[in-house]
């Protein structure tokens, strides 16, 4: 039974650019989160979305940044533009219910140029 | 708003001893708590969870503690071994509350 799956592991993006992240939660899990770590530090909270609806984006920043999570396929954290300041690991979640913990994929390290 | 925090940023300990980290939270309306490990270069990975109904629960090695009073939380790793250095983070949800807040997380040496 697989885990959370992302990739790519590493995305390398020069500033302007757009940056495409990919998340397959696990099987029967229809609740992803997306995580946001920076060096030393731990991990914050960026958007909750289940099957097709975002439920909390509280903390994703209200430009450049946007979130998807379709009826059929991965769930998709989308960084337009992209700035130095966006170089961070981006890790993802999946649960099997609101109340249940978190299953962490292994991150997708993204260094912006 | 909400916060959980750590009370120590590292803690070193003798392979063999017994190691505490803990944890404190901020937000009354919490019921789960979460301890996750991190290694380096990996996902955070589920260690155990208590629910704000129970004050202790035990696990292979692992022993995580509530106190609801004070808010705090801690947890307990049995004879230590290298393979425990890492980060360690407690993580909390409110009720109703798909989210969970991380703390900054501790971080584990084991000296051989």
């Known amino acids: 039974n697989a885990g959370v799956m992302q990739n790519p592991r590493h995305l390398v993006r020069r500033r302007g650019q757009e940056a495409r992240l990919r998340c397959s939660p696990m099987k029967g899990h229809s609740h992803v989160y997306w995580y946001r770590q920076l060096p030393e530090e731990g991990l914050k909270f960026m958007v909750y979305?289940?099957?097709?609806?975002?439920?909390?984006e509280s903390g994703m920043p209200k430009e450049r940044f946007s979130a998807e999570f379709p009826k059929e396929g991965p769930s998709i954290l989308r960084i337009q533009q992209v700035v130095r300041g966006d170089s961070a690991a981006y890790f993802c979640?999946?649960?099997?219910?609101?109340?249940?913990?978190?299953?962490f994929g292994s991150g997708t390290q993204l260094s912006v140029l | 708003g909400e916060s959980v925090g750590l009370h120590l940023p590292t803690l070193s300990v003798q392979e063999g001893d017994n190691s505490i980290i803990n944890c404190a939270y901020s937000n009354s309306a919490s019921d789960y708590f979460i301890w996750y490990k991190q290694e380096s270069g990996k996902g955070p990975q589920f260690i155990i969870d208590i629910r704000s109904n129970m004050d202790k629960r035990q696990g292979q090695r692992v022993t995580v503690l509530l106190n609801k009073t004070v808010k705090h939380l801690s947890l307990q790793i049995a004879a230590t071994q290298p393979g425990d250095s890492a980060v360690y983070f407690c993580?909390?949800?409110?009720?109703?509350?798909?989210?969970?807040?991380f703390g900054d997380g501790t971080t584990l040496t084991v000296k051989p």
């Open positions: 979640a999946s649960s099997l219910g609101q109340a249940e913990k978190l299953f």
């Open positions: 993580a909390e949800k409110g009720t109703n509350a798909g989210k969970s807040t």
């Open positions: 979305l289940q099957k097709e609806n975002i439920i909390d």
